[in-house]
């Protein structure tokens, strides 16, 4: 599916064809409008959503559900997002605030998206299980489960941010002229060899079969077809070759061996790469988000409605989301 293909069905895109998502955020192009679908399916998942909430009260607490959790997450992505954003720039990282705001956005869509899927569930409870302290808890957990893997959706997509070098500058510092640079040039470091008298023929690959002559069990390194360097373990350590010792072309000096090659970003291969702060950051900036969700939502609650209480646009703030939850836990 093309990354420029306009559809109504944006969240089908973000699940078959996440790459092109990702790519796209990377080259910044047509950010607007991608992110434009995304905020507008979003709105409407989490509108249908909760409705099926405040319908456990009354359909006017259904309509005002409707309403307030949409607003929920994106009042919520107002707060949040400069702090991804600043926590980025301090790190030496280079989204944009269109990168970041679209990568933020693939994870409410997804949250929301998943969360209306389990709304014919939610309603099934509804009409057959109609104990309040069991419904609320029900869609809490739906609403904590779809928000997991939406922030696992975010967390991949700047895990590729990562590997195009967004996060870490000075990876990306390695390509000259959009090319990535020439690997080092392979380096020699003396191994151990065992003292022998007698010299043993290594025939040299490329070169005619005539053997040449070099000490038995010393390491000797020879060029494959596609240029690697392999070269024979020896077991003991000896003095290095003397000074001006010349040796026929593919091979090295006795008692060398090639290092292991270098990649493109200047990283042998093979070795760890340590991950970039805005990553170990990231997880940070998602508890933070959590934590102003759940606050948030304690704040414009009511979004499902007591069935013992009149209606109302809001309840006086007392408590908080985390001693609520545990309340009813106890109850059930």
Same mark, same amino acid.
């Given at each position: 599916?093309?990354?420029?293909?306009?559809?109504?069905?944006?969240?089908?895109?973000?699940?078959?064809?996440? !790459?092109?998502?990702?790519?796209?955020?990377?080259? !910044?192009?047509?950010?607007?409008?991608?992110?434009?679908?995304?905020l507008?399916?979003?709105?409407?998942?989490?509108?249908?959503?909760?409705?099926?909430?405040?319908?456990?009260?009354?359909?006017?607490? %259904?309509?005002?559900?409707? $309403?307030?959790l949409?607003?929920?997450?994106?009042?919520?992505?107002?707060?949040?997002?400069?702090?991804?954003?600043?926590?980025?720039?301090?790190?030496g990282?280079?989204?944009?605030?269109?990168?970041?705001?679209?990568?933020?956005?693939?994870?409410?869509?997804?949250?929301?998206?998943?969360?209306?899927?389990?709304?014919p569930?939610?309603?099934?409870?509804?009409?057959?299980?109609?104990?309040?302290?069991f419904?609320?808890?029900?869609?809490?957990?739906?609403?904590?489960?779809?928000?997991?893997?939406? $922030?696992r959706?975010?967390?991949?997509?700047?895990?590729v941010?990562?590997?195009?070098?967004?996060?870490?500058?000075? %990876?990306?510092? %390695?390509k000259?002229?959009?090319?990535?640079?020439?690997?080092?040039?392979?380096?020699?470091?003396?191994?151990?060899?065992?003292?022998?008298?007698?010299?043993?023929?290594?025939?040299?690959?490329?070169?005619?079969?005539?053997p040449v002559?070099?000490?038995?069990?010393?390491?000797v390194?020879?060029?494959?077809?596609?240029?690697?360097?392999?070269?024979?373990?020896?077991?003991?350590?000896?003095?290095?070759?003397?000074?001006?010792?010349?040796?026929?072309?593919?091979?090295?000096?006795?008692?060398?061996?090639?290092?292991?090659?270098?990649?493109?970003?200047?990283?042998?291969?093979? !070795?760890?790469?340590?991950?970039?702060?805005?990553?170990?950051?990231?997880?940070?900036?998602?508890?933070?988000?959590?934590?102003?969700?759940?606050q948030l939502?304690?704040?414009?609650?009511?979004?499902?409605?007591?069935?013992?209480?009149?209606?109302?646009?809001?309840?006086?703030?007392?408590?908080?989301?985390?001693? !609520?939850?545990l309340?009813?836990?106890?109850?059930?």
């Amino acid at each position: 599916m093309s990354g420029d293909r306009p559809s109504p069905l944006v969240i089908e895109r973000i699940l078959r064809d996440r !790459e092109s998502i990702w790519q796209q955020i990377v080259a !910044e192009r047509d950010l607007n409008a991608l992110t434009g679908r995304m905020l507008t399916s979003s709105a409407i998942a989490l509108a249908c959503y909760g409705a099926v909430l405040g319908f456990f009260h009354s359909p006017l607490m %259904a309509l005002t559900s409707a $309403l307030k959790l949409p607003l929920l997450f994106l009042v919520t992505l107002v707060i949040c997002l400069p702090t991804l954003y600043l926590f980025n720039l301090v790190f030496g990282a280079r989204l944009s605030v269109r990168q970041s705001l679209a990568l933020v956005m693939v994870a409410i869509t997804v949250t929301s998206m998943l969360a209306v899927a389990f709304a014919p569930i939610s309603l099934f409870f509804l009409i057959t299980a109609n104990d309040y302290g069991f419904f609320k808890l029900l869609n809490v957990s739906i609403l904590t489960l779809s928000a997991l893997v939406g $922030l696992r959706f975010l967390t991949s997509g700047m895990q590729v941010l990562n590997d195009h070098g967004l996060l870490a500058p000075e %990876a990306a510092n %390695a390509k000259v002229d959009g090319q990535a640079g020439a690997p080092a040039p392979v380096q020699a470091v003396p191994v151990a060899v065992p003292a022998g008298p007698t010299p043993a023929a290594v025939p040299v690959a490329g070169q005619s079969a005539e053997p040449v002559a070099v000490p038995a069990g010393a390491a000797v390194a020879e060029s494959t077809a596609n240029g690697a360097v392999t070269t024979a373990p020896a077991p003991a350590q000896v003095p290095t070759q003397p000074a001006g010792a010349s040796f026929p072309p593919g091979i090295l000096p006795p008692g060398y061996v090639a290092q292991r090659p270098w990649d493109g970003r200047g990283v042998r291969r093979g !070795e760890p790469t340590q991950r970039p702060a805005s990553m170990t950051l990231l997880y940070i900036w998602i508890l933070l988000f959590g934590f102003v969700g759940t606050q948030l939502a304690w704040t414009l609650r009511p979004f499902f409605g007591d069935p013992g209480q009149d209606f109302s646009f809001f309840r006086s703030i007392d408590g908080n989301f985390y001693a !609520e939850i545990l309340r009813i836990i106890g109850n059930l």
